[in-house]
Nanobody, 123 residues
């Protein structure tokens, strides 16, 4: 049974930083592209970032480019999202995702989802 478990969310002031983590169990982790999505209240789930299985390619949504960094540790079966210069509009539930491809990773192409962790950025 595949489980993706996110952690690291919380309340932070605008301009601050958070690091999200996602732990995998059950996947052949090193074979999957991994990504992060987010969903704010009343909005659709939005692509944030993705990384391919061998860590040589990363992709970012336009709204987070230059502020967020995705990384992974295949030995530890972990994926991370370092979030800097946070803004109130970054407030959302952040979901870890596993899929077949990092490039153009869309919600419909994700094979596995975590349950999410809430990030709340105050102004």
């Amino acid at each position: 049974q595949v489980q993706l478990v996110e952690s690291g969310g919380g309340l932070v002031q605008a301009g601050g930083s958070l690091r999200l983590s996602c732990a995998d169990s059950g996947l052949t982790f090193s074979l999957y592209a991994m990504g992060w999505f987010r969903q704010a209240p009343g909005k659709e789930r939005e692509f944030v970032a993705s990384i391919n299985s061998i860590r040589d390619s990363t992709y970012y949504g336009d709204s987070v480019k230059g502020r967020f960094t995705i990384s992974r540790d295949n030995a530890k079966r972990m994926v991370y999202l370092q979030m800097n210069s946070l803004r109130p509009e970054d407030t959302a539930v952040y979901y870890c995702a596993a899929g077949d491809t990092a490039q153009a990773m869309g919600a419909s192409s994700v094979n596995y989802w975590g349950k999410g962790t809430l990030v709340n950025v105050s102004s």
